[in-house]
């Protein structure tokens, strides 16, 4: 769904009403990526495939890659779902960069990840849970955030935008104060 200007009294449109439908648009395509990342994390959980996270990768309103993480599954570190789902949108494209995509996750990138956001030019970083909001585990260190990337690779262009559908993205995942057993905690 894109936005549309609306005519208003003497048919003439409003501009403040047409950015606001862009955003309420937006918004929406985010909650609805978001799902969908969502169902590729609750995927992984069903094949013990690594810790549950789901991440879509969309261009002009179309999805060009996706995945979960596979890092338990492929015996490969960096099979995180943003890797895999950088990998196939760059399959898909024929090319290494993609300039203009969103990249949706269901937990904050870890810091791997942001830079490969970063190195394939994605211009916007759209994920659900916070690391606050689950175990230390999913994150190798819990001063870094992926803002400190994007500040420190002097990016003006890339946005961030955390938070989406948050309550529901950290179900997937251990809580702060939950004790996963050991074997789970590979970045403990």
């Known amino acids: 769904m894109t936005g549309a200007l609306i005519p208003v009294t003497g048919g003439r449109p409003i501009l403040q009403d047409y950015v606001l439908l862009m955003a309420v648009d937006a918004a929406a395509a985010d ?3 978001i799902r969908r990342a969502i169902e590729l994390a609750q995927a992984a959980a069903r094949q013990d495939s690594g810790a549950p996270i789901g991440c879509v990768i969309v261009l002009d309103g179309e999805i060009i890659g ?3 993480n596979q890092v338990e599954a492929m015996n490969d570190p960096t099979a995180h779902a943003e890797i895999v789902a950088i990998r196939q949108a760059g399959a898909h494209l024929r090319r290494p960069r993609f300039q203009g995509a969103t990249l949706y996750s269901t937990l904050q990138p ?3 990840c942001s830079m490969a956001s970063i190195w394939a030019g994605v211009s916007r970083i759209v994920y659900g849970a ?9 994150f190798e ?3 870094l955030e992926i803002a400190d990337f994007v500040r420190d690779s002097y990016k003006d262009d890339l946005r961030v935008e955390g938070g989406v559908l948050n309550a ?7 809580g702060p ?3 996963p ?3 789970e905690q590979a970045n403990k």
């Open 31 to 33: 909650v609805n990526f």
């Open 66 to 68: 996706e995945g979960h």
């Open 110 to 112: 870890c810091g791997m």
């Open 130 to 138: 916070e690391s606050g909001q689950v175990h230390e585990m999913y």
């Open 141 to 143: 260190d819990r001063h």
């Open 168 to 174: 529901e993205c950290a179900k997937l995942y251990y």
């Open 177 to 179: 104060d939950d004790h």
């Open 181 to 183: 057993p050991k074997d």
